[in-house]
């Protein structure tokens, strides 16, 4: 993802409560873009299933880090930042992941690293106002 002018960028802990900021951030990077009340939903459900799954694999980040493209179209990258540790879960199944960020988004892009899956690319072009 490309940094740019009005490009937002946030960091949260890697915890489940975090999650709820990263809601209400893409709410407000979403407003004003004259989105229905349902694009919006899907996006910020997006947003926080990309969250959900990289906090729930086998190597724990310290830190989510959330992206958003400030121009006309949704563009979001969710990505770990800091060191990773064991947390005994499993993989993500990344066909699953795929599979349930497709219903709510059409853009998905799984970037797989060394310790799990390293970030998600989420965008929708079409339905949204410049």
Same mark, same amino acid.
């Given at each position: 993802?490309?940094?740019?002018?009005?490009?937002?960028?946030?960091?949260?802990?890697?915890?489940?409560?975090?999650?709820?900021?990263?809601?209400?951030?893409?709410?407000?990077?979403?407003?004003?873009?004259?989105?229905?009340?349902?694009?919006?939903?899907?996006?910020?459900?997006?947003?926080?299933?990309?969250?959900?799954?990289?906090? @729930?694999?086998?190597? @724990?980040?310290?830190?989510?880090?959330?992206?958003?493209?400030?121009?006309?179209?949704?563009?979001?990258?969710?990505?770990?930042?800091? !060191?990773?540790? !064991?947390?005994? !879960?499993?993989?993500?199944?990344?066909?699953?992941?795929?599979?349930?960020? !497709?219903?709510?988004?059409?853009?998905?892009?799984?970037?797989?690293?060394?310790?799990?899956?390293?970030?998600?690319?989420?965008?929708?072009?079409?339905?949204?106002?410049?």
């Amino acid at each position: 993802m490309k940094q740019g002018e009005g490009s937002i960028t946030l960091q949260v802990p890697a915890e489940e409560k975090a999650l709820l900021v990263v809601r209400m951030t893409t709410a407000g990077v979403l407003a004003g873009r004259g989105l229905d009340v349902e694009t919006m939903e899907d996006l910020k459900t997006a947003v926080y299933e990309a969250c959900y799954a990289l906090l @729930h694999q086998r190597k @724990h980040p310290e830190r989510l880090e959330i992206a958003f493209c400030g121009e006309g179209v949704f563009r979001a990258q969710v990505r770990c930042v800091g !060191e990773r540790r !064991e947390t005994g !879960e499993r993989e993500i199944d990344e066909k699953l992941c795929r599979a349930v960020l !497709e219903t709510v988004v059409p853009g998905v892009e799984l970037c797989p690293g060394d310790e799990g899956v390293d970030a998600i690319r989420l965008w929708q072009d079409e339905g949204l106002e410049g």
